[in-house]
Every structure is written in structure tokens, then in C-alpha cells.
């Protein structure tokens, strides 16, 4: 977490709390008010502890109570979500689902076995990885004072042997590009640690070795709040995010196979097998040319050897990893005209505004970006690499001297050659862009 962005943060926070009452609502009805004057808090750590009873997280030794809405809206968890046995996303984990972190309830109750399309495989088969460390979710539950941590071996014992089923299945779908080798590398060996040398004689499963896992990172800000009574609460109304790693693997398509009833769809990149998120906790998005989302079944029918691709997600040792997260040079034409906008910046005190962005396909089109009021001119420029997507332009937008208090979305508009439009896109500035 920046220090730029937290200070940046509790300035604009302090100015907002002498205008108007922060308050959130919590899971049982308490209404809970800002502390003034305002004290903030930061963490960046492993969970300790999800008490569900009472909606709290325990990290870097403080409990942070998650409100069921904040200044009126709903509140999740950033960087979680929440699918039904379609596959559809009904939002991020909030505090009236937040069981639904545990690993008990991933691994047990919330799998998907539905396919993201008719020659794709399963949706979620389950998590490979605990939100607590190797060591302690291999613990007993254990006493922490007057509490109970909730640590369940035998619930382990189901991630890993998830993590074999699924690594196994893989890896027998790419065996002509991998070496036999890499079963030993993702933990399958014999009494002597010796790698299998064929993968239909495997060693017995009481000797392979589940490689280490850390604690699943909570990254939050907030400030203090109280209730009626002058209990306080920690409320991470600033950020509130969830993930288990933040594992990168950027490099050049080897090989790519569909799934099946029993394996994930999936791809290599240099040695790493490369599978789409099986966690029913979080989610996996594919982001094709200019931003825009592409279909699990788009992106494996067009996912060739030798395209670069970009994956963000998490692994478990260092030869396999889940994908939420994927960039690739893709554009799926039936979407029509997409218009991304990202790199904001804003500086209130100069009335300055700064983004960036693509535009496809740009041919025919006049571009106009409204900002707090004002209208300007998108001018578009056809990009020099068009990633195999005809019609590609980038533009960018500085502006300075506008009243950008309380502004906290662009729209961009699309105009065809007789001035009608076409498309209108509404894209929200991120709160941590924005500096007093």
C-alpha cells in the first residue's frame, strides 16, 4: 500500500467528515457514526480469523468489522465474488454471505460443476489453496484466549488432494509439452522425494508433498466508528480487499486444451500450467483489446500457440497457477464499439483531470468525453500494433481548470458520420485516484 495514497486518503476523508456524517449500518441494524476527529487505520496482512457471528476479520492483530452498507450503499468484499450454480456473478462476498469465505464452505457446499460452455470444462471444482497458511490450516482448532480459530486439517486435507486431482488432469492434457519432470516439481514423488518417471505408475499418495502455501493477504483503510453506546468499530470503508496471492505469469502461449468434466480449461506459458480460477470465492475475467470482457468460451476457441498473454492470479508452489485475472490481444466484433478509459488522476485543488484509453473499432466515429459538466473532444489515433483487431485507436485526456468537487465519473459518447450516437459508456474514477 502506497503512503502517497493512504495520507492522500485521510486528507480527503478529514475534509469529508466536517461536510457531511460518514455512518455505516452494520449486519444486525447498528448504526454506527464516524469517529471525529477522524482516526485511521491501515493493514496489510494474512487473516488471522474470520469470526462470521459478527462479521469481523482478524488481521495484524485488530478485528475489522465488515457493515452491511456504508453511507447507504452496499458493501462487499473487493477482490471476492459470488456465483450461482449457472455461473453467474451475483456480486462480491458481503457481510450477509460472509460465510461464504470459508474454506469449509468453498470446499464443500460452493463448487460449480456446471462448464462455461458446451466444450468447455467445469466452472468451479474447488479451492486449492487455504486463506490460512499451510501449518495452521493443517492445525486443530485452537484456543486464542477466550476464542476458538477455526482450523480445520480434514478441510485441508480436501484443498490438497483437490490441487493432485486437478494438477494430474493437466498435466496428462499437456504431457507433450511438459516434461514428466513437472509432476515431481508440483509435489508427486515416492518415500525418497525421487520424481515418478511415467505418469500412469505414480507413487503412492501418503509420500507426495503439498508444496507451502502463505496466508491469504487483507488489505483495508478505514477509520474508527461508534455506535449509540460508544463502542467502537473498525469500519474499511477506504479499501476492503481480499486475495489469496497476486502471482504474475506474463510470456507467450505453448500449448492450449478445452476441459473436460474432471479438468479446467487451461494453458501453458514456459513451464507454468495455467488454469481458469476453480475457487467459488473469487473470480476470473478475461480482458480482451480496449478492456473489454471477453467469454470464457470466445477466449479458448481463439487461445492459440505463440500468443503473448498476461496472467494475474494465484499459485501454489511455482509450476501451476489459477487465473482471476487475464490480458490478452483479443476482440470479440459481436460486442460492437468498446471505449475503455483507465491511468486517472485527479487533482481537485487545480481542477485537474488526466485519463487515457482505446477505442474499437474507431473508424467512422467522433469521440466526446463529458466531465463534470463539460464536453471536449476525444482525438482518437489509430494504434501502430492493432493486435489482430482491425480499427484499434488510443487517445488520451488532459484537462485542467474544471470544478471537479463531487465528480466521480467520465462519459465517453460515440457518433457515427451523421452525428448519431452509437454508443455511450460511463466509467468510474477510482477513488485513489483522486487528491484533494
Given at each position: ?29 447498528t448504526v454506527v457514526i464516524q469517529k471525529v476527529p477522524v482516526q ?88 486449492i489453496r487455504s486463506i490460512f497458511s499451510t501449518s495452521e490450516a ?67 499418495r501418503r509420500y507426495w508433498k503439498y508444496p507451502f502455501t502463505s ?222
Open positions: 500500500m502506497h503512503v502517497a495514497r493512504l495520507v492522500a486518503g485521510a486528507a480527503a476523508l478529514s475534509a469529508a467528515t466536517f461536510a457531511f456524517a460518514q455512518s455505516a449500518v452494520l449486519h444486525d441494524g485511521l487505520f491501515a493493514t496489510e496482512g494474512p487473516i488471522w480469523d474470520i469470526d462470521v457471528a459478527n462479521r469481523r476479520i482478524r488481521v495484524t492483530g485488530r478485528y475489522l468489522t465488515i457493515p452491511a452498507s456504508f453511507n447507504g450503499m452496499p458493501w462487499g468484499l473487493e477482490g471476492t465474488e459470488v456465483i450461482d450454480g449457472e455461473g453467474n456473478s451475483l456480486g462480491p462476498i458481503s457481510a450477509a454471505n460472509m460465510d461464504r469465505l470459508l474454506d469449509s464452505r468453498a470446499a464443500l457446499k460452493d463448487r460449480v460443476f456446471e462448464t462455461a460452455c458446451p466444450d468447455c470444462g467445469p466452472l468451479r471444482l474447488g479451492p493443517r492445525t486443530q482448532s485452537v484456543d486464542d484466549g477466550p476464542e476458538a480459530l477455526d482450523r480445520m486439517p480434514e478441510i485441508q486435507r480436501i484443498i490438497e488432494d483437490n490441487y493432485f486431482f486437478l494438477a494430474r488432469n493437466i498435466y496428462l492434457k499437456h504431457s507433450s509439452v511438459l516434461p514428466i519432470e513437472w509432476l515431481g516439481r508440483i509435489g508427486i514423488r515416492n518415500e525418497n522425494g525421487t520424481y515418478p518417471t511415467s505418469a500412469s505408475n505414480l507413487p503412492n496466508g491469504g493477504t487483507w488489505k483495508s483503510a478505514g477509520t474508527i466508528y461508534v455506535d449509540a453506546q460508544g463502542n467502537e468499530y473498525m469500519i474499511p470503508e477506504l479499501e476492503a480487499v481480499f486475495e489469496l496471492s497476486e502471482n504474475v505469469t506474463l510470456g507467450t502461449v505453448r500449448s492450449v486444451e478445452f476441459g473436460d468434466w474432471s479438468t479446467p480449461d487451461s494453458f501453458i506459458v514456459g513451464d507454468v500450467a495455467i488454469m481458469l480460477n476453480q475457487d467459488p470465492r473469487f473470480g476470473a475475467t478475461i480482458l480482451g483489446v480496449a478492456g473489454q470482457e471477453i467469454s470464457r468460451e470466445y477466449f479458448m476457441a481463439n487461445l492459440q500457440p505463440g500468443l503473448d498473454i498476461a496472467v494475474v492470479g494465484f499459485m501454489v508452489g511455482e509450476h501451476l497457477q489459477m487465473a482471476q485475472e487475464i490480458e490478452v490481444g483479443m476482440y470479440d466484433p459481436s460486442a460492437g464499439i468498446v471505449m475503455s478509459a483507465d491511468r486517472f488522476r485527479v487533482q481537485l485543488e487545480d481542477g485537474f483531470i488526466q485519463f487515457q484509453g482505446w477505442v474499437i473499432p474507431m473508424t467512422g466515429l467522433t469521440i466526446t468525453a463529458s466531465i463534470a459538466g463539460n464536453t471536449f473532444p476525444v482525438d482518437v489515433i489509430p494504434a501502430a500494433d492493432a493486435v489482430g483487431a482491425e480499427g484499434l485507436g488510443s487517445y488520451r485526456i488532459r484537462e485542467q481548470g474544471l470544478v471537479l468537487d463531487g465528480v466521480t465519473t467520465v462519459v465517453l459518447t460515440a457518433r457515427n458520420a451523421n452525428g448519431v450516437v452509437v454508443k455511450t459508456v460511463v466509467h468510474e474514477i477510482p477513488p485513489d485516484a483522486i487528491a484533494p
